[in-house]
């Protein structure tokens, strides 16, 4: 038998023992036995002196053949039984597998960050129930029954006579009904309307809505309070431009614009060239609501606002899609850390 010939034997008679090892130590003894420094390979090896130089090189890279595949094999071998035996091939030098961690939705940190500012002027936050009974929604808002203002916001009506609230400004008249003066109110969340879904419109968005009761309150309040918002939101150098404006349960009432932040009021695409943009409503509540809820408007007067979260979103991260908001597309989502 040549050399050569004595070497593939040993090569098939290793992989079929490896094959057969049922332990790792019966894998470290078949390595000794034939790739050790006594082992049969080194053996044969020692009988390549003798050959002439050109047969010495066949069976030269011959047993190096052998030899890197037996190496290979054992360590294939030698896995398989350490991973069996309790993952200790653990390796805590390896890089992990990275996790992306979940953020607060864009629409939650905005309405956390107008709360937080207002939070510091000493509004204290509140929350009523989604679905709100007519007299809390409208009546007690100073809609009555069959007025045209109860169209300017169209209603999903839902069994028993009730309703999707159509803005968070009922957690007023809620609270109004159950405290005494002074009562500063910061009313979050959820609001529904019966509208056609557009870029500038959805059936369900967010408010934040906000009033103080308390004897001698004035319109200069109101206005102290809002520009302190504004600034803090938008940025120090705002103008505030005050319009007059109508809702049922304030009287007078008004919309705020501000100087458009981002030409500082030069005009650009984002304020449609006029250096505005439309911010908010408020108004000093109506006597009318005041009396209804129990308190007596010569004694006490008070202001309200309401803030459009998805409006103030859109405006100060430039998003030209209220829908963006809702289709949890994660790539829009990511970009608000
Ligand atoms: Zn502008």
């Not at 009033?211 to 918002?229: H, N, Y």
Request: charged share 25%; hydrophobic share 35%; with cysteine.
């Amino acid at each position: 038998m040549s050399l050569v010939e004595e070497i593939t034997r040993l090569e098939s008679e290793a992989l079929e023992r490896i094959g057969q090892a049922d332990s790792l130590e019966s894998v470290g003894e078949l390595h000794v036995q034939y790739l050790g420094r006594k082992g049969s390979l080194v053996a044969i090896l020692r009988q390549l002196g003798k050959l002439p130089p050109e047969e010495k090189k066949i069976v030269g890279a011959r047993a190096n053949q052998a030899r890197v595949r037996l190496e290979s094999e054992f360590k294939t071998a030698q896995a398989r039984f350490e991973t069996d035996e309790g993952g200790s091939v653990f390796d805590p030098t390896l890089p992990g597998t990275a996790q992306r961690a979940g953020t607060v939705h864009i629409i939650n940190q905005v309405m956390g960050e107008i709360c937080q500012t207002f939070y510091g002027m000493g509004f204290q936050i509140s929350q009523g129930p989604h679905v709100e009974t007519d007299y809390f929604n409208f009546e007690s808002l100073n809609f009555p029954p069959d007025h045209p203002a109860r169209d300017m916001q169209d209603t999903f009506f839902v069994e028993g006579g009730r309703l999707l609230r159509t803005h968070t400004t009922p957690v007023q008249t809620r609270e109004l009904a159950n405290s005494k003066p002074p009562i500063k109110i910061l009313a979050p969340g959820k609001t529904f309307r019966n509208e056609a879904i557009s870029t500038r419109a959805h059936v369900s968005f967010h408010q934040v809505d906000g009033f103080l009761v308390d004897e001698g309150v004035t319109m200069a309040d109101l206005k102290g309070c809002l520009v302190a918002f504004c600034r803090s939101f938008f940025g120090e150098e705002l103008k505030l431009k005050w319009r007059p404006s109508y809702f049922p349960f304030t009287e007078p009432s008004a919309e705020v614009d501000i100087s458009c932040f981002l030409c500082k009021g030069k005009g650009c695409q984002l304020c449609k060239y006029s250096g505005w943009l439309e911010i908010l409503g408020c108004g000093m509540i109506d006597p009318a609501v005041l009396e209804m809820a129990g308190h007596d408007p010569e004694k006490y007067t008070g202001y309200a606002f309401g803030i459009g979260v998805e409006r103030v979103a859109m405006l100060k991260y430039k998003i030209n899609d209220i829908r963006l908001f809702f289709n949890n597309n994660v790539r829009f989502l990511r970009q608000f850390f």
